[in-house]
């Protein structure tokens, strides 16, 4: 007598998501017989970890697995098929990351300032700078509030905020930043954050190009004063990595200091 165990363990983290945005089920194909499937049911890129403990049966596929799940989009894992009277059964693990957890930055790409063509701006902090930017290649640019903030790079609306409305000198505030995050073809993110309440003018998902106004500054979370402050990094399983980007400057190609006035 062949006897049927059904298993199922799910493990799920996440990077500033709800786990069950990143589902894992199953198709019954008879006979015992079924494939294994993940799908991402929000709009932008996940990481996700499959494994599948089984008994008494066979897999196409070996686990685990690490995929990269575009938004809105599904990718089969695996069939299972129970061998011949056996007792079988299965469980599956997934582990879920929102972003590209494998994403390699572009160093070879060179970035926009984030403000329109005319204007100029003050860098107040630089990368790896002696008051909130230790240890973090981020960048500060004095932005007066409500001024218009621009893409530095082609991308995807990836995560946003924009409710707060206020802002302190003191970490208390960290947490009440309003900002916008966007992904690049690369896997990279961009992180434009302190801006004023219904300061964001686009929606998580959102296509957007190089030098497109996508939001207002503010002086919203940790902040002294209105400012924007920018920072490109990869994520990994529990952390990110900030990237030291270049920018355009008329014909030549910079890294922002601190201090200095850049007209784009």
């Known amino acids: ?22 589902d894992i ?31 008494g049966m066979t897999q196409d596929t070996k686990t685990p697995v690490t995929k990269i799940l575009k938004g809105n989009t599904s990718e089969k894992i695996t069939t299972l098929t129970p061998k011949p009277n056996k007792s079988y059964g299965y469980g ?54 409500g001024s218009e903030i621009c893409a530095i790079r082609a991308g995807i609306v990836f995560e946003l905020e924009e409710k707060n409305k206020r802002g302190c000198p003191r ?26 309440k219904n300061g964001v003018l686009l929606e998580v998902g959102d296509k957007v190009s190089a030098g497109e ?17 920018l920072e490109i990094y990869t994520i990994s399983w529990d952390d990110q990595r900030s990237i030291p980007a270049k920018y355009y400057l008329n014909d030549s190609i910079i890294v922002p200091k601190e201090g200095q006035f850049y007209t784009r």
């Open 213 to 229: 106004v996508i939001g207002l500054s503010g002086e919203t979370g940790w902040a002294s004063g209105p400012h924007l402050h």
């Open 171 to 196: 970490q208390e505030c960290v947490n009440l930043s309003n900002f916008i995050v966007i992904e690049h073809e690369d896997g990279s993110l961009a992180n434009y954050a302190h801006l004023k």
């Open 25 to 55: 089920f199953t198709k019954d194909l008879g006979e015992g017989k079924l494939e294994v499937w993940i799908k991402n049911n929000s709009f932008t890129t996940h990481t996700v970890k499959v494994d599948i403990e089984q008994s």
């Open 1 to 22: 007598m062949i006897k049927f165990l059904f298993l199922t363990v799910m493990i799920a983290v996440a990077f500033r998501l709800p786990a069950q945005e990143v």
């Open 92 to 145: 599956l693990k997934k582990n879920a990351v929102k972003g590209n957890a494998l994403a390699k930055h572009d160093d070879t790409f060179i970035y926009q300032l984030p403000y329109p063509k005319g204007k100029t701006y003050r860098v107040d902090q630089g990368y790896n700078g002696t008051t909130t930017h230790e240890n973090k290649n981020a960048l500060d640019f004095n932005l007066p509030e």
